[in-house]
């Protein structure tokens, strides 16, 4: 073989090489910002994952689920507050409400406020601390499944008062149906105590976390075991702080595919959030996955 025909087939490789690496298929929004996702660690003594074996939901595992989907006439999250709130725990439902119309893109209403008086007895007891408690389940099946709007995919409860699921249980931070799309959140140990200025963002970040962690039930992802994650299972306030708001690539691979937004709009609305209220540790966050998308 001659000089030239050596040329000609080098040459040939090389526009080859170029062609393809030109052409080469660019990562989607969840593979590049799974660069950012942080791993779980060992679950300990007192962690929601150390006493419980749950099963890792895969992406495949959510699409074969039969769930809830925003649709026509029927697409708007409602919050329904049920208690007697201050004016400061009133502007933090408002923030959520907020939050929740940012993190899922979807129009987020907050109904009239209900009083406690719809609590009835059988539904309260009085915990060893002293507090009042509300059985969880009586809020979504006589309260909410009764007046969830017609236009609602989801429909969640605010209270002020604590909360249980079962006898057994102490507490817990909120609970949702993955079948019927309610769920409540109580608000009662996010601020130690009572709600100040001076602890309002750490409430807050708290109702968001366990909000938008209930209403990513409701529309079907399972508890996290993939990363640090917003829908992490979680035992205590330590647990609930450690965990992230940022849902995981995984996360949100699942959460775009039922509800079909935009993932870079919904993350510059999420950093502008996040900026306005100072929530600096997940600001940063946004900012990091915001990056790798230049």
């Known amino acids: 073989m001659n000089q030239g025909k050596y040329n000609f087939i080098f040459f040939?490789?090389?526009?080859?090489?170029?062609?393809?690496?030109?052409?080469?298929?660019?990562?989607t929004y969840i593979e590049t910002i799974a660069v950012n996702d942080v791993q779980l660690p060992k679950a300990k003594p007192g962690d929601w994952r150390y006493s419980r074996d749950e099963k890792f939901q895969t992406f495949d595992d959510f699409q074969k689920l039969k769930k809830i989907k925003p649709e026509p006439g029927k697409n708007t999250i409602y919050l329904q507050p049920i208690g007697e709130f201050n004016e400061l725990?009133?502007?933090?439902?408002?923030?959520?409400?907020?939050?929740?119309?940012?993190?899922?893109?979807?129009?987020?209403?907050?109904?009239?406020?209900?009083?406690?008086t719809i609590f009835p007895k059988t539904a309260r007891r009085i915990f060893r601390d002293g507090q009042e408690q509300i059985l969880a389940g009586h809020v979504l099946d006589s309260i909410l499944m009764k007046r969830k709007p017609k236009n609602a995919v989801v429909f969640m409860g605010i209270t002020e008062k604590d909360l249980y699921p079962r006898p057994e249980w102490n507490y817990v931070f909120g609970i949702a149906s993955y079948q019927d799309g309610v769920g409540v959140t109580s608000m009662y140990r996010f601020a130690n105590g009572g709600l100040t200025d001076s602890n309002f963002n750490e409430s807050l970040e708290r109702l968001i976390k366990v909000s938008s962690h209930e209403i990513g039930h409701m529309f079907g992802l399972n508890h996290c075991l993939n990363a640090n994650c917003v829908m992490n299972g979680t035992n205590t306030l330590p647990e609930t702080d450690f965990h992230f708001a940022r849902a995981c690539s995984l996360c949100q691979q699942k959460l775009h595919?039922?509800?079909?937004?935009?993932?870079?709009?919904?993350?510059?609305?999420?950093?502008?959030?996040?900026?306005?209220?100072?929530?600096?540790?997940?600001?940063?966050?946004?900012?990091?996955?915001?990056?790798?998308?230049?």
Do not use: G, M, W
């Open 12 to 27: 040939y490789l090389i526009t080859l090489l170029l062609f393809f690496s030109c052409h080469k298929k660019e990562k």
């Open 89 to 116: 725990q009133k502007k933090e439902i408002e923030l959520t409400r907020e939050y929740l119309s940012t993190y899922f893109q979807l129009q987020t209403k907050v109904l009239p406020l209900l009083s406690n």
């Open 257 to 294: 595919s039922s509800i079909q937004y935009d993932p870079k709009k919904r993350l510059l609305d999420l950093k502008h959030f996040f900026e306005k209220q100072h929530l600096n540790s997940e600001l940063s966050r946004a900012e990091q996955d915001l990056h790798l998308l230049k």
